[in-house]
């Protein structure tokens, strides 16, 4: 049913074939991968991101809040031969996706979904319920009430299937932020809970830092750190 045209680490290598599906791995950070996201969307009837980096920019898209001159000078011994844009970003900013499925890392479970939806005919659904509906499903005991973790869980998008919580610690959001996240309230939980207005910044400027509401409210956070 599925012929594979392109996939290095297996073996196939035919980068300018015509695909049905494409799924792609990966921010944007170079024009060499500018122009290969372009290449591969032109030459693909659907376009699926998989993962953190490449829906939502990923830990690389963490030096966007920074001078990346400074970091590739500390740690290229020829920096002059990096060729960077000037952002680390998800895909989505360039060309047009068909389907996002988020995590770091992505679920099985949702990539085959995904695929048989599509050899089906049927177009895939995007999951975006809240992890806390997971916990709940799963009879999990919430360790924000319990325990008091600074669990992102409420904000974030479900398809980990809570493995966090399940084990009694708190969700860091590698899924994401779910739609109408309320951030600002659960940030001001956390200060309540005690943590710091650095500590509450790291919360939301991680692995989606480029993504909103987490970026902003990750940066009000880090201002009032600052202040």
Not at 56 to 75: C, S, T, Y
Not at 113 to 125: D, I, K, N, Q, S
Not at 126 to 152: M, N, Y
Not at 172 to 188: D, F, K, Q, V
Request: charged residues 20%; glycine residues 8%.
């Amino acid at each position: 049913l599925v012929d594979i045209v392109h996939f290095a680490e297996a073996g196939f290598l035919d980068e300018s074939a015509t695909v049905d599906i494409a799924f792609v791995e990966g921010s944007v950070s170079t024009p060499h991968e500018l122009d290969r996201i372009q290449q591969i969307r032109a030459n693909s009837r659907f376009l699926i991101t998989i993962g953190a980096c490449a829906t939502a920019g990923g830990l690389q898209a963490l030096r966007n809040m920074h001078d990346a001159n400074e970091w590739i000078a500390g740690v290229y011994a020829r920096p002059e031969h990096i060729e960077l844009l000037s952002d680390s970003t998800p895909i989505r900013e360039h060309v047009k996706v068909d389907l996002e499925l988020w995590g770091c890392p992505v679920n099985t479970r949702q990539v085959l979904t995904a695929v048989r939806a599509l050899l089906f005919g049927v177009p895939p659904v995007e999951e975006t319920d809240k992890v806390c509906l997971e916990c709940k499903r799963s009879q999990t005991v919430c360790v924000l009430v319990a325990k008091g973790e600074p669990c992102l869980g409420p904000v974030t998008r479900t398809g980990c299937g809570a493995i966090c919580p399940q084990v009694g610690r708190d969700c860091y959001a590698c899924y994401g932020p779910a739609e109408t996240s309320n951030t600002a309230s659960l940030a001001n939980r956390f200060e309540g809970l005690g943590l710091q207005p650095e500590a509450i910044a790291r919360r939301f400027l991680f692995i989606n830092s480029h993504v909103e509401p987490f970026n902003a409210e990750g940066r009000k956070w880090l201002e009032k750190a600052h202040e």
